[in-house]
Protein backbone atom coordinates (compact mmCIF):
# COMPACT_ATOMS: atom_id res chain seq x y z
CA UNK A 1 0.00 0.00 0.00
CA UNK A 2 1.68 3.22 -1.09
CA UNK A 3 0.94 6.30 0.13
CA UNK A 4 0.30 5.26 4.03
CA UNK A 5 3.22 7.18 5.02
CA UNK A 6 2.01 9.94 3.98
CA UNK A 7 -1.84 9.53 5.78
CA UNK A 8 0.08 8.88 8.99
CA UNK A 9 1.39 12.13 8.76
CA UNK A 10 -1.08 14.17 8.01
CA UNK A 11 -3.00 12.92 11.12
CA UNK A 12 -0.09 13.10 13.36
CA UNK A 13 1.79 16.14 12.20
CA UNK A 14 3.22 17.34 16.05
CA UNK A 15 2.98 20.71 17.60
CA UNK A 16 5.80 21.98 19.14
CA UNK A 17 6.00 25.55 18.54
CA UNK A 18 5.07 28.04 21.03
CA UNK A 19 1.81 30.28 22.10
CA UNK A 20 3.90 33.46 20.68
CA UNK A 21 5.04 31.39 17.72
CA UNK A 22 2.12 30.30 16.61
CA UNK A 23 0.17 33.28 17.15
CA UNK A 24 2.40 35.04 14.89
CA UNK A 25 2.29 32.36 12.40
CA UNK A 26 -1.70 32.59 12.17
CA UNK A 27 -1.61 35.71 11.23
CA UNK A 28 0.01 34.79 8.27
CA UNK A 29 -2.79 32.11 7.52
CA UNK A 30 -4.69 31.60 4.76
CA UNK A 31 -8.05 32.27 5.67
CA UNK A 32 -9.89 29.79 3.67
CA UNK A 33 -7.64 26.90 4.30
CA UNK A 34 -7.30 27.73 7.94
CA UNK A 35 -11.34 27.49 8.40
CA UNK A 36 -10.77 24.36 6.32
CA UNK A 37 -8.49 22.18 8.64
CA UNK A 38 -10.44 23.98 11.71
CA UNK A 39 -13.43 22.36 10.65
CA UNK A 40 -12.46 19.26 10.31
CA UNK A 41 -10.35 19.45 13.45
CA UNK A 42 -13.19 20.45 15.75
CA UNK A 43 -15.69 18.66 13.69
CA UNK A 44 -17.62 22.14 13.77
CA UNK A 45 -19.19 23.74 10.58
CA UNK A 46 -19.64 26.76 11.54
CA UNK A 47 -16.09 27.39 10.50
CA UNK A 48 -17.06 27.81 6.44
CA UNK A 49 -21.20 29.52 7.28
CA UNK A 50 -22.21 32.29 8.37
CA UNK A 51 -19.91 35.14 8.94
CA UNK A 52 -17.19 32.70 8.41
CA UNK A 53 -17.89 31.84 4.81
CA UNK A 54 -15.66 32.51 2.26
CA UNK A 55 -15.43 35.04 -0.41
CA UNK A 56 -15.19 32.99 -3.89
CA UNK A 57 -11.65 32.88 -5.15
CA UNK A 58 -10.12 33.68 -7.74
CA UNK A 59 -7.23 30.87 -9.75
CA UNK A 60 -4.71 33.27 -9.48
CA UNK A 61 -5.06 35.06 -6.26
CA UNK A 62 -4.60 33.05 -2.71
CA UNK A 63 -7.11 35.30 -1.33
CA UNK A 64 -5.74 35.19 1.82
CA UNK A 65 -7.96 37.22 4.12
CA UNK A 66 -10.97 34.95 2.37
CA UNK A 67 -13.40 38.15 2.49
CA UNK A 68 -13.79 38.00 6.06
CA UNK A 69 -14.55 40.99 8.48
CA UNK A 70 -11.74 41.99 10.91
CA UNK A 71 -13.62 40.24 13.76
CA UNK A 72 -14.28 37.22 12.08
CA UNK A 73 -10.75 36.46 11.45
CA UNK A 74 -9.36 37.51 14.73
CA UNK A 75 -11.99 35.13 16.11
CA UNK A 76 -11.14 32.42 13.35
CA UNK A 77 -7.00 32.61 14.43
CA UNK A 78 -7.87 32.55 18.29
CA UNK A 79 -9.83 28.98 17.66
CA UNK A 80 -7.12 27.65 15.67
CA UNK A 81 -4.40 28.99 18.83
CA UNK A 82 -6.68 27.67 21.03
CA UNK A 83 -6.99 24.05 18.99
CA UNK A 84 -2.97 24.37 18.30
CA UNK A 85 -2.19 24.13 22.22
CA UNK A 86 -4.03 22.14 22.62
CA UNK A 87 -2.90 19.74 20.33
CA UNK A 88 0.28 20.00 21.57
CA UNK A 89 -0.35 19.97 25.37
CA UNK A 90 -2.26 16.85 24.75
CA UNK A 91 -5.93 17.80 25.85
CA UNK A 92 -7.06 17.09 21.89
CA UNK A 93 -6.58 14.17 19.39
CA UNK A 94 -6.31 15.03 16.32
CA UNK A 95 -9.04 13.56 14.14
CA UNK A 96 -8.48 11.05 11.65
CA UNK A 97 -8.54 12.07 7.94
CA UNK A 98 -11.89 13.42 6.58
CA UNK A 99 -12.89 10.77 3.57
CA UNK A 100 -13.21 11.48 0.15
CA UNK A 101 -16.29 12.72 0.57
CA UNK A 102 -16.33 15.06 3.55
CA UNK A 103 -12.71 16.40 2.46
CA UNK A 104 -14.30 17.17 -0.99
CA UNK A 105 -16.89 19.24 0.85
CA UNK A 106 -15.07 20.98 3.11
CA UNK A 107 -12.54 22.34 0.16
CA UNK A 108 -16.25 23.14 -1.88
CA UNK A 109 -17.24 25.23 1.27
CA UNK A 110 -13.51 27.03 1.38
CA UNK A 111 -13.77 27.70 -2.29
CA UNK A 112 -17.13 28.89 -2.07
CA UNK A 113 -18.14 26.97 -5.34
CA UNK A 114 -18.82 23.16 -5.86
CA UNK A 115 -15.62 20.67 -6.52
CA UNK A 116 -17.43 18.34 -8.23
CA UNK A 117 -18.04 14.63 -6.80
CA UNK A 118 -16.11 12.36 -9.03
CA UNK A 119 -13.34 14.83 -7.84
CA UNK A 120 -13.47 12.67 -4.16
CA UNK A 121 -10.74 10.12 -4.57
CA UNK A 122 -8.31 11.78 -6.62
CA UNK A 123 -8.32 14.49 -4.19
CA UNK A 124 -8.28 12.48 -1.27
CA UNK A 125 -5.06 10.88 -2.67
CA UNK A 126 -3.36 14.34 -3.69
CA UNK A 127 -4.18 15.71 0.04
CA UNK A 128 -2.47 12.13 1.37
CA UNK A 129 -6.05 11.09 2.87
CA UNK A 130 -6.12 8.58 0.94
CA UNK A 131 -3.65 5.68 0.45
CA UNK A 132 -3.12 4.85 -3.59
CA UNK A 133 -3.46 0.98 -3.24
CA UNK A 134 -0.60 -1.15 -5.15
CA UNK A 135 -0.14 -4.09 -3.30
CA UNK A 136 0.24 -8.13 -4.24
CA UNK A 137 -2.08 -10.07 -3.45
CA UNK A 138 -0.52 -12.48 -1.18
CA UNK A 139 2.95 -11.13 -0.08
CA UNK A 140 5.41 -10.39 -2.91
CA UNK A 141 5.89 -14.07 -5.34
CA UNK A 142 8.64 -15.92 -5.49
CA UNK A 143 8.61 -15.17 -8.92
CA UNK A 144 9.60 -11.74 -8.49
CA UNK A 145 13.05 -12.58 -7.89
CA UNK A 146 13.73 -12.99 -11.58
CA UNK A 147 12.08 -10.38 -13.08
CA UNK A 148 14.10 -6.98 -13.79
CA UNK A 149 12.87 -3.83 -14.87
CA UNK A 150 14.78 -0.49 -16.43
CA UNK A 151 14.07 2.73 -15.66
CA UNK A 152 15.52 5.35 -17.92
CA UNK A 153 15.42 8.93 -16.32
CA UNK A 154 16.16 10.26 -12.98
CA UNK A 155 14.00 13.25 -13.32
CA UNK A 156 10.96 13.86 -11.31
CA UNK A 157 8.57 10.81 -13.28
CA UNK A 158 11.61 8.82 -12.96
CA UNK A 159 11.63 9.19 -9.33
CA UNK A 160 8.29 8.11 -8.78
CA UNK A 161 8.55 5.38 -10.71
CA UNK A 162 11.34 3.82 -9.33
CA UNK A 163 9.79 4.84 -5.37
CA UNK A 164 6.78 2.34 -6.58
CA UNK A 165 9.10 -0.40 -7.70
CA UNK A 166 11.30 -0.30 -5.29
CA UNK A 167 8.28 -0.07 -2.46
CA UNK A 168 7.20 -3.51 -4.45
CA UNK A 169 9.98 -5.24 -3.84
CA UNK A 170 10.92 -5.32 -7.86
CA UNK A 171 14.31 -5.33 -8.88
CA UNK A 172 14.91 -2.48 -11.29
CA UNK A 173 17.96 -0.72 -12.10
CA UNK A 174 17.61 3.27 -13.06
CA UNK A 175 20.31 4.88 -15.35
CA UNK A 176 20.19 8.91 -16.14
CA UNK A 177 22.51 10.50 -18.94
CA UNK A 178 23.38 12.98 -15.88
CA UNK A 179 25.45 13.29 -12.81
CA UNK A 180 22.57 13.40 -10.65
CA UNK A 181 19.01 13.22 -10.19
CA UNK A 182 16.53 16.02 -11.28
CA UNK A 183 16.01 15.67 -15.18
CA UNK A 184 14.94 19.28 -16.48
CA UNK A 185 15.88 21.06 -12.94
CA UNK A 186 19.57 19.61 -13.45
CA UNK A 187 19.39 20.57 -17.00
CA UNK A 188 18.37 24.33 -17.03
CA UNK A 189 20.78 26.14 -14.59
CA UNK A 190 19.91 29.45 -16.47
CA UNK A 191 20.00 32.56 -14.19
CA UNK A 192 16.21 33.16 -13.20
CA UNK A 193 15.12 29.40 -14.02
CA UNK A 194 12.35 28.29 -11.68
CA UNK A 195 8.69 26.84 -12.04
CA UNK A 196 5.16 28.95 -13.08
CA UNK A 197 3.52 26.35 -11.34
CA UNK A 198 2.78 26.76 -7.28
CA UNK A 199 5.99 24.53 -5.38
CA UNK A 200 3.03 22.92 -3.21
CA UNK A 201 1.46 21.97 -6.02
CA UNK A 202 4.58 21.24 -8.04
CA UNK A 203 5.89 18.65 -5.46
CA UNK A 204 4.88 14.86 -5.16
CA UNK A 205 1.75 13.75 -2.99
CA UNK A 206 3.70 11.33 -0.94
CA UNK A 207 6.70 14.00 -0.14
CA UNK A 208 5.02 17.06 0.85
CA UNK A 209 7.36 20.03 1.69
CA UNK A 210 6.66 22.42 4.28
CA UNK A 211 9.37 24.59 4.07
CA UNK A 212 9.40 25.88 0.42
CA UNK A 213 10.76 29.28 0.63
CA UNK A 214 8.72 30.79 -2.10
CA UNK A 215 5.24 30.23 -3.60
CA UNK A 216 7.04 29.83 -6.72
CA UNK A 217 10.26 28.21 -6.09
CA UNK A 218 13.34 28.56 -8.24
CA UNK A 219 15.78 25.93 -9.97
CA UNK A 220 17.86 25.54 -7.04
CA UNK A 221 15.76 25.20 -4.44
CA UNK A 222 13.39 22.83 -6.68
CA UNK A 223 16.43 20.72 -7.52
CA UNK A 224 17.49 20.28 -3.68
CA UNK A 225 13.93 19.11 -3.03
CA UNK A 226 14.22 16.61 -5.94
CA UNK A 227 16.95 15.11 -4.24
CA UNK A 228 16.40 15.07 -0.78
CA UNK A 229 12.92 12.69 -1.90
CA UNK A 230 15.67 10.87 -4.01
CA UNK A 231 17.62 10.19 -0.55
CA UNK A 232 14.52 9.67 1.26
CA UNK A 233 12.90 7.34 -1.19
CA UNK A 234 16.56 5.47 -1.38
CA UNK A 235 16.17 5.82 -5.30
CA UNK A 236 19.39 7.51 -5.68
CA UNK A 237 20.97 4.48 -4.50
CA UNK A 238 19.78 2.13 -7.29
CA UNK A 239 20.87 5.11 -10.06
CA UNK A 240 23.45 4.62 -12.52
CA UNK A 241 24.66 8.08 -13.38
CA UNK A 242 26.48 9.11 -16.90
CA UNK A 243 24.44 6.27 -18.15
CA UNK A 244 22.90 6.59 -21.57
CA UNK A 245 20.69 4.38 -23.00
CA UNK A 246 21.38 3.95 -26.85
CA UNK A 247 19.45 1.31 -27.81
CA UNK A 248 16.68 -1.69 -27.02
CA UNK A 249 15.43 -4.09 -29.19
CA UNK A 250 12.83 -6.60 -28.18
CA UNK A 251 14.18 -10.23 -28.22
CA UNK A 252 10.43 -12.46 -28.41
CA UNK A 253 11.93 -15.80 -28.05
CA UNK A 254 12.80 -14.81 -24.22
CA UNK A 255 10.69 -12.14 -23.80
CA UNK A 256 13.67 -9.29 -22.97
CA UNK A 257 14.45 -6.30 -24.09
CA UNK A 258 18.58 -6.22 -24.97
CA UNK A 259 19.63 -2.93 -23.84
CA UNK A 260 22.83 -0.74 -25.11
CA UNK A 261 24.22 1.18 -22.66
CA UNK A 262 26.73 3.57 -23.08
CA UNK A 263 29.00 4.57 -19.30
CA UNK A 264 32.08 6.31 -19.50
CA UNK A 265 32.39 5.84 -23.17
CA UNK A 266 31.96 2.25 -23.33
CA UNK A 267 29.19 0.35 -24.59
CA UNK A 268 27.73 -2.53 -22.75
CA UNK A 269 24.73 -5.02 -23.23
CA UNK A 270 22.49 -5.05 -20.60
CA UNK A 271 18.69 -7.71 -20.62
CA UNK A 272 15.49 -6.61 -18.63
CA UNK A 273 11.86 -7.50 -18.52
CA UNK A 274 10.34 -4.79 -18.79
CA UNK A 275 11.92 -1.35 -20.06
CA UNK A 276 10.26 2.33 -18.68
CA UNK A 277 10.58 5.02 -20.62
CA UNK A 278 10.54 8.12 -17.87
CA UNK A 279 12.29 10.91 -20.34
CA UNK A 280 9.98 13.35 -20.35
CA UNK A 281 9.70 16.01 -23.79
CA UNK A 282 11.77 18.51 -22.75
CA UNK A 283 15.10 17.08 -23.01
CA UNK A 284 16.64 17.70 -26.46
CA UNK A 285 17.39 21.66 -27.42
CA UNK A 286 16.34 22.93 -30.32
CA UNK A 287 18.41 25.45 -32.34
CA UNK A 288 16.87 26.47 -35.77
CA UNK A 289 19.84 25.90 -38.24
CA UNK A 290 20.23 29.54 -38.71
CA UNK A 291 22.36 30.96 -41.66
CA UNK A 292 25.79 31.57 -40.66
CA UNK A 293 26.02 29.80 -37.32
CA UNK A 294 29.26 28.62 -38.20
CA UNK A 295 30.89 31.71 -38.61
CA UNK A 296 30.21 33.04 -35.14
CA UNK A 297 33.18 34.10 -33.47
CA UNK A 298 31.54 34.76 -29.78
CA UNK A 299 29.53 32.44 -27.71
CA UNK A 300 26.53 31.10 -28.48
CA UNK A 301 24.73 28.43 -26.45
CA UNK A 302 20.98 27.19 -25.78
CA UNK A 303 19.62 27.72 -22.45
CA UNK A 304 18.94 24.65 -21.75
CA UNK A 305 23.03 24.52 -21.52
CA UNK A 306 23.84 27.37 -19.92
CA UNK A 307 27.72 27.94 -20.02
CA UNK A 308 28.16 29.22 -17.04
CA UNK A 309 31.98 30.02 -18.00
CA UNK A 310 30.86 32.53 -19.78
CA UNK A 311 30.30 36.07 -18.09
CA UNK A 312 27.78 38.41 -19.33
CA UNK A 313 27.92 40.77 -16.82
CA UNK A 314 28.79 44.28 -18.82
CA UNK A 315 28.24 42.26 -22.18
CA UNK A 316 25.54 42.84 -25.23
CA UNK A 317 23.34 40.16 -25.16
CA UNK A 318 20.98 38.76 -27.20
CA UNK A 319 17.98 36.26 -26.40
CA UNK A 320 16.64 34.89 -28.96
CA UNK A 321 12.83 33.80 -28.26
CA UNK A 322 10.05 34.96 -25.98
CA UNK A 323 8.51 32.03 -24.35
CA UNK A 324 8.80 30.52 -20.76
CA UNK A 325 12.87 30.55 -20.70
CA UNK A 326 13.32 33.86 -22.16
CA UNK A 327 10.39 35.31 -19.62
CA UNK A 328 12.97 34.52 -17.16
CA UNK A 329 16.44 34.91 -18.25
CA UNK A 330 16.21 38.07 -19.98
CA UNK A 331 14.73 39.99 -16.07
CA UNK A 332 17.57 37.97 -14.72
CA UNK A 333 20.09 39.74 -16.91
CA UNK A 334 18.47 42.80 -16.94
CA UNK A 335 20.39 45.57 -14.88
CA UNK A 336 23.72 43.34 -14.96
CA UNK A 337 24.67 42.77 -18.84
CA UNK A 338 25.00 46.12 -20.77
CA UNK A 339 22.69 45.90 -23.00
CA UNK A 340 19.85 42.83 -23.61
CA UNK A 341 18.63 42.38 -27.11
CA UNK A 342 15.32 40.25 -27.24
CA UNK A 343 14.21 38.75 -30.63
CA UNK A 344 10.71 37.81 -30.70
CA UNK A 345 9.05 35.95 -33.07
CA UNK A 346 5.42 35.98 -31.80
CA UNK A 347 4.36 37.60 -28.55
CA UNK A 348 3.23 36.39 -25.82
CA UNK A 349 -0.13 36.64 -23.39
CA UNK A 350 1.54 36.96 -20.13
CA UNK A 351 -0.54 37.14 -16.57
CA UNK A 352 -0.30 39.09 -13.47
CA UNK A 353 0.06 36.18 -9.95
CA UNK A 354 0.32 38.20 -6.73
CA UNK A 355 1.95 34.93 -5.69
CA UNK A 356 4.46 35.41 -8.32
CA UNK A 357 7.37 36.93 -6.57
CA UNK A 358 6.18 35.84 -3.33
CA UNK A 359 8.24 34.62 -0.40
CA UNK A 360 6.66 32.17 2.29
CA UNK A 361 6.63 33.68 5.71
CA UNK A 362 8.39 31.97 8.56
CA UNK A 363 4.59 32.03 9.67
CA UNK A 364 3.27 30.34 6.95
CA UNK A 365 5.98 27.89 6.60
CA UNK A 366 5.10 26.84 10.69
CA UNK A 367 1.49 26.19 9.91
CA UNK A 368 2.16 24.05 6.73
CA UNK A 369 4.50 22.20 9.04
CA UNK A 370 2.67 22.01 12.29
CA UNK A 371 -0.93 22.67 11.52
CA UNK A 372 -2.48 19.25 10.83
CA UNK A 373 -4.36 19.14 7.40
CA UNK A 374 -3.48 22.60 6.49
CA UNK A 375 -0.36 21.87 4.07
CA UNK A 376 -3.39 19.10 2.71
CA UNK A 377 -6.33 21.67 2.10
CA UNK A 378 -3.86 23.96 0.70
CA UNK A 379 -2.46 21.85 -1.95
CA UNK A 380 -6.26 20.51 -2.98
CA UNK A 381 -7.10 24.38 -2.86
CA UNK A 382 -4.66 25.29 -5.48
CA UNK A 383 -5.16 21.64 -7.28
CA UNK A 384 -8.32 22.95 -7.97
CA UNK A 385 -8.03 26.58 -8.61
CA UNK A 386 -5.15 25.96 -11.38
CA UNK A 387 -5.78 22.50 -12.84
CA UNK A 388 -8.81 21.29 -14.10
CA UNK A 389 -11.01 23.83 -14.09
CA UNK A 390 -9.97 26.17 -16.30
CA UNK A 391 -10.34 23.37 -19.71
CA UNK A 392 -14.15 23.50 -19.53
CA UNK A 393 -13.30 27.61 -20.71
CA UNK A 394 -10.77 26.25 -23.72
CA UNK A 395 -13.52 24.63 -25.56
CA UNK A 396 -14.45 26.39 -28.96
CA UNK A 397 -17.86 27.62 -29.97
CA UNK A 398 -18.36 28.00 -33.15
CA UNK A 399 -21.01 29.70 -32.93
CA UNK A 400 -18.51 32.91 -31.28
CA UNK A 401 -18.56 35.86 -33.88
CA UNK A 402 -15.14 36.77 -33.29
CA UNK A 403 -12.56 33.89 -33.81
CA UNK A 404 -9.83 35.83 -34.56
CA UNK A 405 -9.12 37.02 -31.16
CA UNK A 406 -10.79 34.56 -29.18
CA UNK A 407 -12.68 30.97 -29.38
CA UNK A 408 -15.88 31.92 -26.61
CA UNK A 409 -17.23 34.33 -24.79
CA UNK A 410 -15.28 33.72 -21.64
CA UNK A 411 -11.87 33.61 -23.09
CA UNK A 412 -13.22 36.74 -24.71
CA UNK A 413 -13.31 37.76 -20.99
CA UNK A 414 -9.95 36.60 -19.97
CA UNK A 415 -8.89 38.09 -23.14
CA UNK A 416 -9.70 41.64 -22.18
CA UNK A 417 -8.32 41.17 -18.64
CA UNK A 418 -5.05 39.89 -20.03
CA UNK A 419 -5.21 42.66 -22.35
CA UNK A 420 -5.77 45.24 -19.61
CA UNK A 421 -3.27 44.22 -17.21
CA UNK A 422 -0.55 44.71 -20.24
CA UNK A 423 -1.49 47.94 -21.24
CA UNK A 424 -2.22 49.00 -18.28
CA UNK A 425 1.70 48.07 -17.35
CA UNK A 426 2.86 49.47 -20.44
CA UNK A 427 0.87 52.95 -20.69
CA UNK A 428 3.72 54.91 -21.20
CA UNK A 429 5.22 52.98 -24.08
CA UNK A 430 2.56 53.07 -26.79
CA UNK A 431 5.02 51.22 -28.84
CA UNK A 432 5.44 48.25 -26.45
CA UNK A 433 1.93 47.87 -26.35
CA UNK A 434 1.46 47.44 -29.76
CA UNK A 435 4.32 44.41 -29.89
CA UNK A 436 2.95 42.76 -27.24
CA UNK A 437 -0.22 42.41 -27.30
CA UNK A 438 -0.79 38.97 -28.88
CA UNK A 439 -3.31 38.76 -32.13
CA UNK A 440 -4.31 34.85 -30.92
CA UNK A 441 -6.73 33.89 -28.19
CA UNK A 442 -5.83 33.33 -24.98
CA UNK A 443 -4.49 29.71 -23.81
CA UNK A 444 -3.79 29.24 -27.84
CA UNK A 445 -0.08 29.19 -26.68
CA UNK A 446 1.13 28.28 -23.19
CA UNK A 447 0.06 30.98 -20.72
CA UNK A 448 3.12 32.80 -19.37
CA UNK A 449 3.25 34.39 -15.80
CA UNK A 450 4.72 38.13 -15.80
CA UNK A 451 8.33 37.47 -14.29
CA UNK A 452 8.30 41.35 -14.04
CA UNK A 453 8.29 40.87 -18.34
CA UNK A 454 6.61 43.87 -19.07
CA UNK A 455 8.43 46.37 -16.44
CA UNK A 456 11.67 44.21 -18.02
CA UNK A 457 11.14 45.46 -21.33
CA UNK A 458 10.92 49.20 -20.70
CA UNK A 459 14.07 49.64 -19.45
CA UNK A 460 16.46 51.75 -21.72
CA UNK A 461 19.16 49.01 -21.54
CA UNK A 462 16.65 46.08 -22.85
CA UNK A 463 15.52 46.16 -26.31
CA UNK A 464 12.60 44.40 -27.57
CA UNK A 465 13.01 43.40 -31.69
CA UNK A 466 9.88 42.21 -32.93
CA UNK A 467 11.59 41.30 -36.83
CA UNK A 468 11.63 37.66 -36.91
CA UNK A 469 15.83 36.49 -36.71
CA UNK A 470 16.96 35.87 -40.38
CA UNK A 471 20.47 34.36 -39.76
CA UNK A 472 23.67 34.97 -37.71
CA UNK A 473 27.31 36.54 -38.12
CA UNK A 474 30.47 37.00 -36.75
CA UNK A 475 29.53 39.04 -34.14
CA UNK A 476 25.67 39.08 -33.98
CA UNK A 477 22.02 38.52 -35.17
CA UNK A 478 20.63 39.44 -38.47
CA UNK A 479 16.73 40.35 -38.63
CA UNK A 480 14.67 39.80 -41.69
CA UNK A 481 14.83 43.74 -41.87
CA UNK A 482 18.36 43.42 -42.82
CA UNK A 483 19.37 44.98 -39.38
CA UNK A 484 22.59 43.81 -38.14
CA UNK A 485 22.83 43.43 -34.32
CA UNK A 486 25.84 43.41 -32.83
CA UNK A 487 26.65 41.32 -29.28
CA UNK A 488 29.02 39.54 -27.47
CA UNK A 489 26.52 36.96 -26.69
CA UNK A 490 24.12 34.80 -28.51
CA UNK A 491 21.10 32.72 -25.95
CA UNK A 492 18.96 30.42 -27.98
CA UNK A 493 15.69 30.13 -25.65
CA UNK A 494 14.24 28.66 -28.93
CA UNK A 495 12.66 25.11 -26.94
CA UNK A 496 12.69 21.96 -27.71
CA UNK A 497 12.35 18.65 -30.15
CA UNK A 498 8.97 17.83 -27.68
CA UNK A 499 7.59 15.82 -30.70
CA UNK A 500 10.63 13.58 -31.06
CA UNK A 501 9.62 11.49 -28.20
CA UNK A 502 12.46 8.92 -26.47
CA UNK A 503 14.53 10.56 -29.41
CA UNK A 504 17.31 9.55 -30.07
CA UNK A 505 16.97 5.85 -28.53
CA UNK A 506 16.23 3.38 -31.38
CA UNK A 507 13.69 1.50 -29.57
CA UNK A 508 12.87 -1.80 -31.64
CA UNK A 509 9.88 -4.13 -31.17
CA UNK A 510 8.53 -7.36 -31.83
CA UNK A 511 7.60 -7.02 -35.35
CA UNK A 512 11.78 -5.21 -36.08
CA UNK A 513 10.27 -2.22 -36.69
CA UNK A 514 11.66 1.08 -34.61
CA UNK A 515 9.36 3.56 -32.86
CA UNK A 516 10.79 5.95 -34.80
CA UNK A 517 9.04 3.72 -37.94
CA UNK A 518 5.79 3.55 -36.68
CA UNK A 519 5.68 6.95 -35.14
CA UNK A 520 7.44 8.99 -38.01
CA UNK A 521 9.93 11.71 -36.84
CA UNK A 522 6.44 13.78 -34.50
CA UNK A 523 3.55 12.03 -34.65
CA UNK A 524 3.86 9.92 -31.45
CA UNK A 525 0.66 8.01 -30.55
CA UNK A 526 0.31 5.61 -27.50
CA UNK A 527 -2.71 3.89 -25.38
CA UNK A 528 -3.44 6.26 -22.51
CA UNK A 529 0.26 8.19 -23.22
CA UNK A 530 1.84 4.84 -21.86
CA UNK A 531 2.20 1.67 -24.05
CA UNK A 532 2.43 1.09 -27.71
CA UNK A 533 1.52 -2.10 -29.97
CA UNK A 534 3.97 -4.11 -30.95
CA UNK A 535 6.55 -3.04 -28.40
CA UNK A 536 5.41 -5.44 -25.20
CA UNK A 537 6.64 -4.61 -21.82
CA UNK A 538 7.83 -1.50 -22.92
CA UNK A 539 6.49 1.42 -20.89
CA UNK A 540 6.07 5.00 -20.60
CA UNK A 541 6.01 8.08 -17.98
CA UNK A 542 5.31 11.22 -19.58
CA UNK A 543 4.58 10.12 -23.09
CA UNK A 544 2.25 11.22 -25.84
CA UNK A 545 -0.75 13.50 -25.08
CA UNK A 546 -0.23 13.73 -21.30
CA UNK A 547 0.98 17.19 -20.85
CA UNK A 548 -1.52 19.46 -19.12
CA UNK A 549 -1.54 22.43 -21.63
CA UNK A 550 -4.45 23.84 -19.38
CA UNK A 551 -2.86 24.29 -15.85
CA UNK A 552 -1.74 22.62 -12.97
CA UNK A 553 1.28 20.34 -12.43
CA UNK A 554 3.18 18.04 -14.58
CA UNK A 555 3.55 15.37 -11.37
CA UNK A 556 -0.07 14.79 -11.46
CA UNK A 557 -0.09 12.82 -15.02
CA UNK A 558 3.23 11.04 -13.75
CA UNK A 559 1.86 9.48 -10.48
CA UNK A 560 -1.06 8.47 -12.30
CA UNK A 561 0.98 6.81 -14.36
CA UNK A 562 3.49 5.32 -12.33
CA UNK A 563 1.05 4.14 -10.30
CA UNK A 564 -0.53 2.48 -13.42
CA UNK A 565 2.45 0.80 -14.79
CA UNK A 566 3.41 -0.54 -11.51
CA UNK A 567 0.07 -2.30 -10.99
CA UNK A 568 0.74 -3.13 -14.53
CA UNK A 569 4.01 -5.10 -13.48
CA UNK A 570 2.71 -6.89 -10.40
CA UNK A 571 -0.40 -8.30 -12.07
CA UNK A 572 2.72 -9.48 -14.90
CA UNK A 573 5.09 -10.79 -11.97
CA UNK A 574 1.94 -12.86 -10.42
CA UNK A 575 0.92 -14.61 -13.16
CA UNK A 576 4.36 -15.06 -14.49
CA UNK A 577 3.27 -13.25 -17.89
CA UNK A 578 5.71 -13.50 -20.81
CA UNK A 579 4.52 -10.45 -22.25
CA UNK A 580 2.42 -7.67 -22.79
CA UNK A 581 1.16 -4.86 -24.54
CA UNK A 582 -1.87 -3.04 -25.61
CA UNK A 583 -4.63 -3.79 -28.23
CA UNK A 584 -4.15 -2.51 -31.76
CA UNK A 585 -8.18 -1.81 -32.09
CA UNK A 586 -8.10 -0.11 -28.29
CA UNK A 587 -5.18 2.00 -28.55
CA UNK A 588 -6.99 3.47 -31.99
CA UNK A 589 -10.14 4.08 -30.48
CA UNK A 590 -8.35 5.94 -27.51
CA UNK A 591 -6.09 7.40 -29.90
CA UNK A 592 -9.15 8.65 -32.19
CA UNK A 593 -10.86 10.12 -29.34
CA UNK A 594 -7.98 12.34 -28.60
CA UNK A 595 -8.10 13.59 -31.37
CA UNK A 596 -12.00 13.96 -31.53
CA UNK A 597 -11.32 15.88 -28.02
CA UNK A 598 -8.89 17.78 -29.65
CA UNK A 599 -11.07 18.89 -32.60
CA UNK A 600 -13.01 21.40 -29.94
CA UNK A 601 -9.90 22.74 -28.17
CA UNK A 602 -8.32 25.80 -28.35
CA UNK A 603 -4.90 24.30 -29.55
CA UNK A 604 -6.53 23.01 -33.18
CA UNK A 605 -8.12 26.81 -33.65
CA UNK A 606 -7.86 27.49 -37.49
CA UNK A 607 -4.54 28.82 -38.14
CA UNK A 608 -3.28 28.34 -34.87
CA UNK A 609 0.57 27.49 -34.56
CA UNK A 610 2.40 26.05 -31.00
CA UNK A 611 4.59 24.05 -29.91
CA UNK A 612 2.19 21.13 -29.45
CA UNK A 613 1.18 20.77 -32.52
CA UNK A 614 3.53 18.96 -35.12
CA UNK A 615 4.17 18.87 -38.44
CA UNK A 616 0.57 17.94 -39.87
CA UNK A 617 -1.51 20.19 -37.19
CA UNK A 618 -2.14 17.36 -34.83
CA UNK A 619 -1.57 17.61 -30.87
CA UNK A 620 0.49 15.44 -29.49
CA UNK A 621 1.66 16.98 -26.51
CA UNK A 622 -1.40 18.19 -24.49
CA UNK A 623 -3.56 15.65 -23.03
CA UNK A 624 -7.69 17.08 -24.30
CA UNK A 625 -9.03 15.21 -21.08
CA UNK A 626 -9.22 16.64 -17.61
CA UNK A 627 -6.55 14.90 -14.95
CA UNK A 628 -9.42 13.47 -13.02
CA UNK A 629 -10.46 11.58 -16.48
CA UNK A 630 -6.92 10.76 -16.48
CA UNK A 631 -6.65 10.06 -12.95
CA UNK A 632 -9.92 7.19 -13.59
CA UNK A 633 -8.59 5.78 -17.26
CA UNK A 634 -5.56 4.86 -14.93
CA UNK A 635 -7.00 4.57 -11.81
CA UNK A 636 -7.00 0.26 -12.60
CA UNK A 637 -5.58 -1.68 -15.83
CA UNK A 638 -8.37 -2.97 -17.88
CA UNK A 639 -6.40 -6.05 -18.72
CA UNK A 640 -8.56 -7.08 -21.51
CA UNK A 641 -7.48 -3.97 -23.23
CA UNK A 642 -4.28 -5.71 -23.92
CA UNK A 643 -2.57 -8.39 -25.68
CA UNK A 644 -0.83 -10.86 -23.62
CA UNK A 645 1.38 -13.83 -23.63
CA UNK A 646 0.84 -15.90 -21.05
CA UNK A 647 3.78 -18.33 -21.31
CA UNK A 648 5.26 -17.98 -24.32
CA UNK A 649 4.96 -16.12 -27.61
CA UNK A 650 2.60 -18.71 -29.04
CA UNK A 651 0.11 -18.91 -26.34
CA UNK A 652 -1.36 -15.27 -26.36
CA UNK A 653 -4.71 -14.05 -24.80
CA UNK A 654 -5.97 -10.79 -26.95
CA UNK A 655 -8.56 -9.86 -23.76
Known amino acids: MLNAEVTALRASQPVIAGDDELRDALEDANLPTLLAALAHLTGEDKWLHGEFQPTRSAPLDDNDSGGLSPAAQREARTAALNVLTEVRDGQRQIPAPPTPDEALRLLSLSLRETVPDDYATTMAQEAGFQARDIRWRDGR ?128 HERYNAVISCVGILNQPSVPPYEGMDDLRIPAFHSARWDHSVDHVGKRVAVIGTGASAMQIVPALAGTAADVFVFQRTPQWVVPSSNYHRDLTRGSQTLMSQMPYYAAFYRLRLTWLLQDKLLSTLHRDPQW ?77 ITDDGARHRVDLVVFATGFHSHRMLWPMDIVGARGRSLRDVWGDDNASAYLGIGVPEFPNLFMVGGPHTAIGHGGSAIYPAECAAAYIAQILVRMIEEQWWSIEPRADITEQYNAEVDREHESLIWTHPGATNWYRNSSGRVTINTPFRGVDYWRMTERPRFEDYVIAKSSAKDVDHG
Open 401 to 477: PHQDRSINARNDRIREAFTQHITTQLDAHPDLIAQTVPAYPPYLKRILMDNNWLQTIQRPDVHLVSNAVSALYQDGV
Open 141 to 268: PSSAESFRALVIGAGLAGIAMARNLAQLGIEYEQVDKHADVGGVWWENTYPGAGVDTPSHLYSYSFAPNPQWSRYYAKQPEILAYIRDVADDTGVRNNCRFGCEVISAHWDAQDAMWDVVLRENGTES
